[in-house]
Nanobody
Framework: QVQLVESGGGLVQAGASLRLSCAVS????????LAWFRQFLGKEREFVGG????????NYVDSVKGRFTISRDNAREMVYLQMSSLKPDDAAVYYC?????????????????WGQGTQVTVSS
């Protein structure tokens, strides 16, 4: 497992942009698949997007395609979630997650390392 620490959440107005960062430490960062999840109040965590260890193109849930961008910096051992055109519906606690192994997916149960989460609030 690795340790993950998110930062960058906050309160923004609808239409604004925000970048979340996740610092990863503990093992060979470049070999880990990374993902962002979010959890709405009273709901299960849902997959936002992810990027594989070999830096293939990220994939995203349909609701954020074209607005959110995931990137990773293997040298700095960081993963980012750039969010633009934010909507009130995007307000949630955002988590970064990591996993090591050949299976990649959108189910939160396959990720074995999680950050503590960072709150994103979007006012209308």
């Amino acid at each position: 497992q690795v340790q993950l620490v998110e930062s960058g959440g906050g309160l923004v107005q609808a239409g604004a942009s925000l970048r979340l960062s996740c610092a990863v430490s503990g093992h060979t960062f470049r070999l880990y698949d990374l993902a962002w999840f979010r959890q709405f109040l009273g709901k299960e965590r849902e997959f936002v997007g992810g990027i594989r260890w070999h830096e293939a193109n990220p994939n995203y849930v349909d609701s954020v395609k074209g607005r959110f961008t995931i990137s990773r910096d293997n040298a700095r051992e960081m993963v980012y979630l750039q969010m633009s055109s934010l909507k009130p519906d995007d307000a949630a606690v955002y988590y970064c997650a990591a996993r090591y192994g050949p299976i990649y997916g959108e189910q939160d149960r396959i990720y074995d390392s999680w950050g503590q989460g960072t709150q994103v609030t979007v006012s209308s």
